[in-house]
């Protein structure tokens, strides 16, 4: 009698050698997966990088850059130049031919800055040295509209202007509040630098951080030379073209009008400067309210003398107005004032601010005269000088 094998021996030797490896069949081993590491989709990456790309930055430009504009101007400067025919000693018989010994012409100067409409209705800031001077001025949107523009006023000491165009339901920036601006925070200048190389009315972003608030400085250029105080200073690029536009926080609000910059080539240093949007905002509310129609003037540009002015330019004191730039087709040029003047008094009444003074020439019928006792290499000069209506900018 034979002896089989039990069931149960041949079931386990069948189990062994189900589990032994096949050569060639081997099966790739399962990891173990860790809860939260699990490799995200190539979509899902793309998805985060883009939204982390939409910062606020990008937000504040798209928010503001439809309501920054580019501001041309044109400027007619009468030229006098030495006629190179000209001789004296055959002037008596060639007088038709040779003609005056000097000659006149006409010339006009283009120029660009930047400004940005701070009001549906149409008005525009910018810095008043964009426009000083100009006789046509023309504002162009992002979208290539153009619009002429309409001076309502500036304020020459704060370097502001506001401008005016007929159109409704335009973009605009929303004024902010300079007053709690803190250093190290971003600050973003939008405007057209350079915008006569690049032909685009499409405005510039350039991104940095408050640098330093409170600044002082003396600067001078188109316009005359004037001292900027309570400055916001910024690293945010800001180059020839760019003054006027906004300087703008995170949150899309404009907190300065720029206006200059420290160089030593002509470009931008990362030393720039703004006029506090709370400053340009007071002054153009009394821009707006003033009318300049049927105001006095005389074609002096002029400065307060502050502490900081005085030490500036050597004044003996802080008392009357220095005497910043001066139109030389206008009747103080006519009457001997210039630059670095002082003026002490008007019509008797001593003037020690701008709105004092302005308040005096308010009072005046344009084509009358007025007194002027003014300061120069101190001594007091006095005498008469005639008003006409006040001209464009």
């Known amino acids: 009698m034979k002896i089989g094998r039990p069931l ?69 400067v009468r030229r006098r130049v030495f006629n190179p025919f000209f001789s004296p000693f055959w002037q008596e018989y060639f007088r038709d031919f040779m003609g005056p010994p000097f000659q006149e012409y006409e010339e006009e100067i283009p120029s660009m800055g930047s400004g940005f409409i701070f009001d549906p209705k149409g008005y525009v800031l910018t810095a008043e040295h964009v426009i000083h001077g100009a006789d046509k001025i023309e504002v162009t949107l992002p979208d290539g509209r153009t619009f002429p523009a309409e001076w309502l006023g500036s304020d020459y000491e704060r370097d502001v202007a506001v401008l005016k165009v007929e159109a409704s339901g335009l973009p605009f920036v929303k004024l902010g509040d300079s007053s709690d601006l803190m250093i190290g925070e971003w600050a973003i200048a939008i405007g057209n630098p350079f915008g006569h190389v690049v032909a685009s009315a499409s405005p510039t972003v350039s991104v940095g951080v408050i640098s330093a608030l409170k600044r002082q400085m003396k600067g001078s250029g188109q316009g005359g030379f004037r001292v900027y105080e309570d400055l916001v200073q910024t690293d945010a690029s800001i180059n020839p073209g760019n003054s006027g536009g906004p300087l703008v926080n995170a949150l899309g609000e404009a907190i300065g009008v720029n206006c200059t910059i420290i160089t030593t080539s002509g470009g931008s240093l990362g030393i720039g400067f703004a006029v506090p949007v709370n400053v340009a905002r007071e002054a153009a509310r009394k821009i707006i309210a003033q009318s300049k129609e049927g105001r006095a003037w005389v074609g002096a540009y002029l400065v307060e003398v502050t502490p900081t002015v005085a030490k500036s330019f050597g004044l003996p004191n802080e008392e009357g107005l220095l005497v910043g730039d001066i139109d030389e087709n206008a009747p103080a040029y006519e009457a001997n004032i210039r630059r ?39 001594g007091v000069m006095k005498g008469k000088v005639p008003t006409e209506p006040r001209p464009g900018p």
Request: aromatic residues 0%; hydrophobic residues 50%.
């Open 8 to 76: 149960g021996a041949a079931i386990a030797i069948t189990l062994v050698a189900s589990l032994l490896p096949i050569p060639g069949c081997a099966q790739p081993a399962k990891k173990d997966k860790v809860a939260g590491l699990e490799e995200p989709s190539l979509a899902a990456v793309d998805a985060a990088v883009t939204a982390n790309r939409v910062n606020a930055i990008v937000n504040a430009s798209a928010k503001c850059s439809p309501a920054v504009v580019t501001i041309n101007t044109v400027q007619t």
């Open 340 to 378: 670095g003047d002082v003026i002490l008094a008007v019509n008797g009444k001593k003037v020690n601010d701008v709105a004092g003074y302005n308040k005096v020439l308010a009072a005046v019928t344009p084509g009358t005269a007025i007194s002027l006792s003014v300061r120069r290499d101190g």
